[in-house]
């Protein structure tokens, strides 16, 4: 089973940029593709992005696209999610998640059916 545990939130201000990371026990990593969503109180769960196993083509939420980039290091078994141009609207929880699907359509549409998820880490952007 695996276990994802993010890290990097905090509180920065509108402009700053952030990393966040998302570490992954077990073996499997480098067959699982990864992603990250968030959520802020009182909104839906919105996805941010995910990355697939390979690597390729790596897809984006509309309102980061532009700003946001997510990649892997298949040795550290880790997932990272490089946030700059932060703006207070992004201003929510932000988890990992992690599955054997690389299907754009599961992880963009119906996050319900990914896999494993982190606990979350806070990102809070002031003005």
């Known amino acids: 089973q695996v276990q994802l545990v993010e890290s990097g939130g905090g509180l920065v201000q509108a402009g700053d940029s952030l990393t966040l990371s998302c570490t992954a026990s077990?073996?499997?990593?480098?067959?699982?593709?990864m992603g990250w969503y968030r959520q802020a109180p009182g909104k839906e769960r919105e996805f941010v992005a995910y990355i697939p196993w390979s690597g390729v083509n790596p897809r984006y939420g509309e309102t980061v696209k532009g700003r946001f980039a997510i990649s892997r290091d298949d040795a550290k078994n880790t997932a990272y999610l490089q946030m700059d141009s932060l703006k207070p609207e992004d201003t929510a929880r932000y988890y990992c998640?992690?599955?054997?699907?690389?299907?754009?359509?599961?992880?963009?549409?119906?996050?319900?059916?990914?896999?494993?998820w982190g606990q979350g880490t806070l990102v809070t952007v002031t003005s």
């Open positions: 998640a992690a599955d054997r699907t690389s299907d754009r359509v599961i992880w963009i549409n119906h996050p319900n059916s990914v896999n494993t």
């Open positions: 077990g073996r499997s990593f480098r067959s699982l593709s």
